[in-house]
Nanobody, 118 residues
Framework: QVQLVESGGGLVQPGGSLRLSCAASAINFSPYDMAWYRQAPGKQRELVASITSTGSTNYADSVKGRFSISRDNDKKLVYLQMNSLKPEDTAVYYC????????????WGQGTQVTVSS
C-alpha cells in the first residue's frame, strides 16, 4: 500500500538540532496515521511521536517540548524536528504508516541513524 523512506539522520552534538523526513509513496497519503519510533541497541522500539490523518499529535514524555512532528500531505512528507538533543536520543529512527480506513497493517521505513555525541 505504501513505501516509506527516512532521511536526515546524522551526527550532532548535545544541544543541537536535526530534522528527519519520511517520504511516502502512497497514492492517497492523507488517510494515513503516521508515527516516528526509535530503537537503540539493546533497547525496545519505542514510540516517539505520532500524527493522525486529522492532524492530532502525541509525544513520548521524554521528548515533549523538544521534538515536533508535522506533515505535508501535498508533498507526502512527515517530519520530525528534534531540538535540544541529548545523548539518550541516539537511536535508529523509523517511520510508520497505518491507514485504518483500509487495514490495520503497519508499514515501516528502513530507518535512519541519529547519533548525539560530543
Amino acid at each position: 500500500q505504501v513505501q516509506l523512506v527516512e532521511s536526515g539522520g546524522g551526527l550532532v552534538q548535545p544541544g543541537g538540532s536535526l530534522r528527519l523526513s519520511c517520504a511516502a509513496s502512497a497514492i492517497n497519503f492523507s488517510p494515513y496515521d503516521m508515527a516516528w519510533y526509535r530503537q537503540a541497541p539493546g533497547k525496545q522500539r519505542e514510540l516517539v511521536a505520532s500524527i493522525t490523518s486529522t492532524g492530532s499529535t502525541n509525544y513520548a514524555d521524554s521528548v515533549k517540548g523538544r521534538f515536533s512532528i508535522s506533515r505535508d500531505n501535498d508533498k507526502k512528507l512527515v517530519y520530525l524536528q528534534m531540538n535540544s538533543l541529548k545523548p539518550e536520543d541516539t537511536a535508529v529512527y523509523y517511520c510508520k504508516a497505518v491507514n485504518h480506513f483500509i487495514t490495520n497493517r503497519a508499514y515501516w521505513g528502513q530507518g535512519t541513524q541519529v547519533t548525539v555525541s560530543s
